[in-house]
């Protein structure tokens, strides 16, 4: 019986972007169902009762959640094509740690550039910066943070390449300038199917992000 695969997701999202990664490497048929997070549909509610977050892979009927479980799990069913996790399990963990760090802080710092107010503007661009260039130090002279292959933390970080003129309009400030391994790697990782098509338009993340202001009475 084939695969049943269900991606619950929203297009702007830098998480489901990992997903849509993962599932275009391994050659993986899905059905992609768009959410609105502003008003959660009952199917998202019914697969994520804790977090009610995207985004959610079903497979066979049964949900995983959160997107670095996701990647790893699509890894481990799908593992004759493209394989994302080392075999070495030191590796492995090094993999883990580094897009743990994404998660900890891009995710973070990025938001603090975007909900700023002015007298806080620079120390955000900053921190945020900061926390680019430790990863420029991770990926040294490799073309991928994993060495010769797109990998677990590429598949971890590339979504914000799509958020980046987001993160400029507002802080205005150039990454590339400041990061420019890291813009050049990104560059590299556009030049593979699977992330392009998967990437979400950088104006609509913009949109989004003016929506989210308004709401958040930021703008």
């Known amino acids: 019986m084939a695969d049943e695969v269900v991606l619950l997701d929203t297009n702007v999202s830098m998480f489901g972007m990992r997903v849509r990664f993962a599932l275009a490497e391994k050659g ?11 008003n959660k549909t009952p199917l998202l509610l019914q697969m994520n009762p804790i977090h009610k977050k995207i985004p959610v892979l079903i497979h066979n009927g049964k949900p995983i959640c959160e997107s670095l479980v996701i990647v790893q799990y699509i890894d481990e069913v799908w593992k004759d094509n493209s394989p994302l996790m080392p075999s070495d399990p030191y590796e492995r963990a090094h ?8 998660d900890k802080k891009i995710y973070d710092t990025g938001r603090k550039i975007w909900t700023s107010k002015k007298e806080d503007q620079e120390a955000a661009n900053k921190e945020f910066i900061e926390c680019l260039k430790l990863l420029e ?9 994993g060495g010769e292959s797109f990998g ?8 914000y390449y799509t958020w980046f003129p987001t993160y400029e309009k507002f802080g205005n ?10 813009v050049a790697w990104a560059k590299r990782c556009m030049q593979k199917e699977s992330v392009s098509k998967s990437l979400a338009d950088p104006d609509k993340v913009y949109d989004f992000i003016v929506m989210l202001r308004k709401r958040l009475g930021i703008a």
């Open 95 to 102: 993999a883990r740690f580094w897009a743990d760090y994404v």
């Open 28 to 38: 993986i048929q899905y059905e992609y169902k768009e959410q609105d997070l502003l």
């Open 137 to 145: 130090g991770e990926l040294g002279d490799k073309p991928y943070f």
């Open 173 to 182: 400030f150039s990454i590339e300038a400041e990061c420019p391994k890291i």
């Open 152 to 159: 677990f933390v590429d598949v971890a970080l590339i979504p």
